[in-house]
């Protein structure tokens, strides 16, 4: 399998939410000299998946957008699983991309699930131009991406993850 995998899939914005922290967790202790793949999973950094989502803003409907991400952000902030959702807007252009840092595939799926009615709220003022994910979605992941890839023209990347960290506070509040 190449690095970097195209699929097609119906986005429906599925990847717009908010900044929502989860409690920090103790990190377990990894073997000195161990490789770099085996200490990402022993800290269980390679299952992490971000997802940047790049929308078109129908035109005339720039602050119909602004309120429906507003309305998601609110909702996902108390009840989605995400470590992180950030949003940006470029009012001139009338696009937005939408940065989404998930701890696993399950997060996605539960994600998915919870915010439906937020994203359709957001699609209503917008269309997914393009969704890039980094990380390595789970089976039931690339099934949902492949299942919606047949009604869709919307193109989907995904690309491996090959070595990095993440800091979040570690109290698990959010950080501004």
């Known amino acids: 399998m190449s690095s970097i995998a195209t699929v097609r899939w119906l986005v429906g914005?599925?990847?717009v939410g908010?900044?929502?922290?989860?409690?920090?967790?103790?990190?377990?202790?990894?073997?000195?000299?161990?490789?770099?793949?085996?200490?990402?999973?022993?800290?269980?950094?390679s299952d992490a998946i971000l997802l940047v989502n790049t929308m078109d803003i129908n035109p005339g409907q720039l602050e119909g957008f602004q309120k429906a991400v507003s309305r998601s952000i609110d909702f996902v902030r108390e009840r989605g699983p995400q470590?992180?959702?950030?949003?940006?807007?470029d009012e001139k252009a009338m696009r937005a991309v939408s940065f989404q840092l998930h701890r696993d595939s399950q997060s996605m799926l539960t994600?998915?699930?919870?915010?439906?009615?937020?994203?359709?709220?957001?699609?209503?003022?917008?269309?997914?131009?393009?969704?890039?994910?980094?990380g390595q979605p789970n089976d039931e992941v690339m099934a949902g991406m492949r299942s919606f890839a047949q009604t869709s023209g919307v193109e989907v990347t995904t690309t491996p993850h090959f070595v990095g960290f993440t800091r979040l506070q570690e109290d698990g509040t959010e950080q501004r």
């Open 13 to 15: 914005a599925s990847f």
């Open 18 to 45: 908010c900044l929502a922290c989860a409690p920090a967790r103790r990190a377990p202790s990894v073997e000195p000299g161990a490789d770099v793949k085996t200490a990402e999973r022993a800290l269980g950094m």
């Open 83 to 89: 470590l992180m959702v950030e949003v940006y807007v």
């Open 111 to 134: 994600h998915w699930k919870l915010s439906d009615p937020h994203i359709q709220d957001v699609m209503k003022y917008s269309t997914v131009r393009r969704l890039d994910i980094y």
